[in-house]
């Protein structure tokens, strides 16, 4: 049974024809690369009994040679995919039993009965360019893979690079990918062939993801806490990507912004003991990430909370289906630099950068401060933040009837982040007065929220109608309506929220403090 840890770069369209030998002179290879056709047929029960516990049975054809594999998932060093493989040459080109080396793994498909329900789902054909790199102690091999997944439905097309640890440290794995992304560009690639052909052969198109339940370790330290923390983030982020490029689906762009936020907010929480350049790094690199989805999701807000509501009350207005033609045309566009960031190569450096730090423990402080609060119990690192955090919140919540635009603004953000720090930090404290503390946080964002989608939609609806002025001549008359309406809506149900919120507050100020149980 061999261990397989491997990361893999998806090239961008312009960088699909890159020459082998150019990556092996990047990567400073001395060994020429081999070439191969290979042809892959993925196989499962008409359940997806193996695709349901992240499992792929194949059989590649190499030459005359036939080889089956079975990859059954392991933990793995942050950002590699990892699997066990089992691997055997077989004589013909349909899975055998009695080839599954683990007698444990064989007894078990043989229970389900899974071998005679077996069928192809869907095949792989690409041209693999491999070499050896022999550095820093570490032996990688990678293999520039161009082809297609094909199944009845349809096609995919394969272009990426794949690096594969045989020995030495992982952290090896990140520098090669690194160089690549540096001079070719790149997506660090979130699925394997095998979830992008099932995906393919099952019709399934990509869907948001909200975040995973957060599991910590009751007896974990808070540096264990953070990478976990971090790790969960980045997992929402990356398990939005595919919807985000090719899904309309607004939610999308949303669980994506929601990702970044819980990254930053975790990265804030921290801030204290996180080494200096690896913070500089991931906060300014984060920032320019969530401006680049800033547009998007603020456009989506006010045509859906906004302009389609006030169309369907206002029937008969061809000053507002202009409007929102304008606005959902604006919003392709807001859409396109949203897909553009994630097929920057800075996107990738940061993934890169994020998951090697989590990995080396290189983000960790490095005085004797630091490496005691990051040693300490996560319950002992979370007990005084979440307090410090409440306490913020209660000085200026106390206030509210008396609060500017600003300042409610301000108030929402302290909300916040004071719930990002609760859900963190949930699991350390599984009782229902958790669950309806940060409920009540929710209710907060919520009653404020509006405040802050009428100032940004404000501007925007500033900006749009600017712009239709300007491009399409329209009327100052038809220019004024707009504006009008568009702040009345808006100051409607700012008041609406607002005269709800005092009740909001008081069943906050009634919610227990979680953290303070022992």
């Known amino acids: 049974m061999n261990q397989e840890i491997e990361l893999k770069l998806f090239l961008p369209d312009g960088a699909a024809r890159l020459r082998p030998s150019r990556l092996a002179r990047l990567l400073g290879a001395t060994a020429r690369a081999s070439k191969s056709q290979l042809e892959t047929t993925y196989f499962d029960g008409p359940d997806g009994w193996l695709r349901g516990r992240g499992m792929a049975l194949r059989v590649r054809r190499d030459g005359k040679r036939h080889i089956q594999t079975l990859k059954l998932?392991?933990?793995?060093?942050d950002g590699l995919q990892s699997y066990f493989e089992l691997e055997a040459e077989i004589s013909g080109d349909r899975p055998i039993?009695?080839?599954?080396?683990?007698?444990?793994?064989?007894?078990?498909?043989?229970?389900?009965?899974?071998?005679?329900?077996?069928?192809?789902?869907?095949?792989?054909?690409f041209e693999r360019h491999a070499f050896t790199l022999h550095q820093d102690g570490s032996d990688i091999e990678v293999a520039l893979d161009l082809g297609a997944i094909e199944c009845r439905l349809g096609a995919l097309p394969i272009a990426e690079i794949e690096f594969e640890l045989k020995a030495g440290d992982p952290r090896s794995l990140f520098h090669c990918a690194e160089r690549v992304v540096e001079e070719v560009g790149g997506r660090l690639g979130h699925l394997s062939k095998a979830a992008r052909g099932y995906r393919l052969a099952l019709g399934q198109a990509p869907t948001p993801m909200r975040a995973e339940p957060l599991h910590l370790p009751r007896k974990g330290t808070a540096g264990e806490a953070f990478a976990a923390i971090m790790r969960n983030c980045l997992e929402q982020l990356r398990g939005n990507e595919d919807a985000v490029l090719v899904s309309e689906d607004a939610e999308a762009i949303h669980q994506f912004r929601v990702a970044i936020r819980r990254l930053r907010a975790a990265i804030g929480a921290y801030r204290e003991f996180i080494e200096d350049d690896a913070h500089a790094m991931l906060s300014i690199d984060l920032r320019w990430l969530q401006r680049q989805f800033g547009p998007a999701r603020d456009?989506?807000?006010?045509?859906?909370?906004?302009?389609?509501?006030?169309?369907a009350r206002l029937k008969g207005q061809p000053a507002i289906d202009t409007l929102i033609d304008f606005a959902q045309a604006a919003r392709s566009e807001a859409r396109r630099q949203a897909h553009l960031a994630l097929e920057n190569p800075r996107y990738a450096s940061l993934l890169l950068h994020a998951y090697r730090l989590l990995l080396t423990g290189e983000w960790r402080g490095r005085s004797p401060a630091a490496q005691s609060a990051l040693d300490q119990s996560a319950r002992a690192f979370a007990k005084p933040l979440l307090a410090?955090?409440?306490?913020?919140?209660?000085?200026?919540?106390?206030?509210?009837?008396?609060?500017?635009?600003?300042?409610?603004?301000?108030?929402?953000?302290?909300?916040?982040?004071?719930?990002?720090?609760?859900q963190a930090f949930a699991s350390l404290y599984p009782d229902k007065r958790t669950e309806r503390y940060v409920g009540q946080l929710g209710a907060i964002q919520d009653h404020l929220g509006s405040?802050?989608?009428?100032?940004?939609?404000?501007?925007?609806?500033?900006?749009?109608?600017?712009?239709?002025?300007?491009?399409?001549?329209?009327?100052?008359?038809?220019?004024?309506?707009?504006?009008?309406?568009?702040?009345?809506?808006?100051?409607?149900?700012?008041?609406?929220?607002?005269?709800?919120f005092p009740a909001t507050w008081q069943s906050f100020l009634k919610q227990k403090k979680f953290w303070t149980a022992d």
């Open 73 to 77: 998932p392991m933990a793995g060093p």
């Open 97 to 125: 039993l009695d080839a599954i080396g683990d007698g444990k793994v064989r007894q078990r498909l043989q229970r389900s009965g899974l071998m005679a329900r077996l069928r192809p789902v869907f095949t792989t054909r």
């Open 299 to 311: 456009i989506d807000v006010l045509i859906a909370d906004t302009l389609l509501p006030m169309q």
């Open 388 to 422: 410090r955090r409440h306490r913020r919140l209660l000085r200026l919540g106390g206030a509210h009837a008396d609060l500017s635009e600003t300042d409610l603004h301000r108030l929402r953000l302290l909300a916040k982040k004071m719930r990002y720090a609760a």
């Open 451 to 500: 405040l802050n989608d009428a100032v940004v939609g404000r501007q925007l609806l500033v900006d749009l109608v600017g712009r239709l002025r300007q491009e399409h001549h329209l009327p100052e008359g038809m220019v004024r309506f707009l504006e009008g309406l568009v702040v009345g809506w808006k100051s409607r149900r700012i008041a609406v929220d607002l005269a709800d």
